[in-house]
């Protein structure tokens, strides 16, 4: 099972981080991923990180300004998202996948959290 937590309101340019906990140590080798969703929209590929914590992915709208991160002695994935803009808005996933090639692709991930709600003004 996996909570994700740390959203809220936000004004543009600012900063938030989400944590996302698995109830499981069998969590640490799991490759674990973000993805987000806003109205309208289609989901959209955030960030992943392998088990390991050693290979980081984010996606082109979010790479430079957002980094995943992950504790395994927390069970815990994290996603430090700064310089927020309003198009960030949206629900935010973490997904865990025991290993999957396409790790951009929500297919590719068999565990899902519920959401968090990230509101970003300008």
């Known amino acids: 099972q996996l909570q994700a937590s740390g959203g809220g309101l936000v004004q543009a340019g600012g900063s938030l981080r989400l944590s996302c906990a698995a109830s499981?140590?069998?969590?640490?080798?799991?490759?674990m991923g973000w993805f987000r969703r806003a109205p309208g929209k289609e989901r959209e590929f955030v960030a992943a990180?392998?088990?390991?914590?050693?290979?980081?992915y984010h996606g082109n709208a979010v790479r430079g300004r957002f980094t995943v991160s992950r504790n395994n002695a927390k069970n815990t994935v994290y996603l430090q998202m700064s310089r927020l803009k309003p198009e960030d808005a949206g629900v935010y996933y973490c997904?865990?996948?025991?290993?999957?090639?396409?790790?951009?692709?929500?297919?590719?991930?068999?565990?899902w959290g519920q959401g968090t709600q990230v509101t970003v003004s300008s």
């Open positions: 990180i392998n088990w390991r914590g050693s290979n980081k």
């Open positions: 997904a865990a996948t025991s290993g999957t090639s396409y790790y951009t692709e929500s297919a590719g991930y068999a565990y």
């Open positions: 499981k140590r069998t969590f640490r080798v799991y490759d």
